[in-house]
């Protein structure tokens, strides 16, 4: 038996022996869904769980309370390459998005590839990065990457359940903006004259906004809601407030549209005569750069594992949506591709997609997703070149 032959075969038996346990655990997380920066149920338990199977955990990292840093140190050096962890839920809905099994999978590779670490060499981390759905202190991370988190860090890889197996996605770069008016109350009717209508203000914005998909690319999406429209009928609002994303297939395109949005809002504050706050509620979020080679070594091992080659997918969405997993690709060689829990489509974010991620298909991902992660990372591990190929690419992308 050859080297790498063993060390495969020690990570699957590894994930074998300790699948029902994560399988658990997802469930739980499943039955307890939290959404962005109140995630203390799951981060306790992949804190935990981290900790047992002998990694260095930090909690409260990057400016996010329910994120956390995991480490350990091979006796070798080596490459250091981090497993993205995410197990926020969506209001209202719960996991529908499977991020109940997605915080849990990238555990399991990590733990897995420890068995081999310390002969193969180099660093695994795991990083817990909140809200990736976005909400309170969301899209953590953006803040991962502006705190310098992957500034030392070779590559960053990490699987999303969904329909069939899919190659890492684009993204679509994500500005979640706020929109708030100050006018002056008065009475509608009586003294309509003496108020200034923060809802008039938050209207034309809508209006406008409208207007302006005319003249925008085709790839840009904007979508809104009013938060507040003032509390009585009779009186004139004095304070209104929108939230909207905007989003683009490139930063570059996304700039220009914030602005022209900026520039709407002021114009809606000089005509109704209100004051005006614009900005960002949370971390902005990149487009996700796409690293093909990288794909590359984990679907030559999809091909491996997986019996039923009919789900798997070559074909790229037309449509999709944002991740903060965009905002990892702009600075080091990043895979997302998609591990599946249906073998009929399912849409995300709907009922269907929450009953996926606790079904027995669901939690078979788990130890079908640890596994390529875990060889993929493996692969980078002994084949320096390799590495050194996928580095240069992303380089050439980015």
């Known amino acids: 038996m050859t080297v790498k032959v063993a060390e495969t075969q020690v990570i699957k038996d590894y994930i074998h022996t300790r699948l029902a346990h994560y399988q658990e655990l997802a469930l739980a997380i499943h039955d307890t869904p939290e959404v962005s920066n109140y995630e203390f149920f799951a981060q306790k338990i992949l804190v935990k769980l981290l900790e047992e199977e002998g990694f260095t955990v930090e909690s409260d990292v990057a400016g996010h309370r329910t994120g956390f840093d995991a480490r350990y140190q091979g006796k070798k050096a080596g490459p250091t390459l981090v497993f993205l962890a995410e197990y926020d839920a969506l209001p209202g809905i719960g996991h529908a998005c499977g991020h109940n099994l997605f915080g849990i999978t990238s555990i399991l590779a990590a733990s897995s590839l420890k068995q081999v670490i310390d002969e193969v060499g180099g660093e695994i981390r795991v990083y817990g990065t909140p809200g990736e759905e976005g909400g309170e202190n969301g899209s953590a991370k953006g803040s991962f990457v502006r705190e310098g988190f992957f500034k ?103 700039n220009e549209v914030y602005q022209k949005v900026e520039n709407i809002v002021k114009g809606a504050a000089l005509a109704t005569g209100t004051t005006y706050e614009f900005g960002l509620f949370q971390n902005a979020v990149d487009d996700v750069i796409i690293t093909p080679s990288f794909d590359q070594v984990f679907f030559k091992h999809l091909q491996n594992e997986v019996s039923d080659t009919s789900e798997i997918h070559t074909k790229k969405p037309t449509s999709f949506g944002s991740s903060d997993v965009g905002n990892v690709s702009q600075v080091i060689p990043t895979i997302q591709p998609v591990v599946s829990i249906s073998e009929e489509y399912i849409a995300g974010h709907s009922i269907e997609f929450k009953a996926a991620a606790r079904s027995e298909k669901g939690l078979a991902s788990i130890g079908i997703g640890a596994t390529l992660l875990a060889l993929t990372a493996l692969d980078l591990i002994e084949d320096p070149a390799l590495l050194d190929a996928i580095k240069e690419e992303h380089a050439r992308l980015i």
């Not at 003032?230 to 297939?249: M, T």
């Open 152 to 254: 030392d860090v070779d590559a960053a890889l990490c699987c999303h359940p969904g329909y069939g197996y899919h190659t890492t996605g684009p993204g679509l770069a994500n500005d979640p903006v706020d929109i708030k008016f100050y006018g002056r109350a008065s009475h509608a009717a009586a003294a309509p004259e003496k108020g200034i209508n923060a809802l008039d203000a938050v209207l034309q914005v809508f209006n406008s906004i409208n207007a302006l998909r005319e003249h925008l690319p085709s790839d840009v999406k904007i979508h809104g809601i009013i938060t507040d429209g003032g509390v009585a009928a009779n009186v004139v609002p004095e304070f209104a407030s929108a939230r909207f994303y905007l989003r683009a297939l490139s930063r570059t395109t996304l």
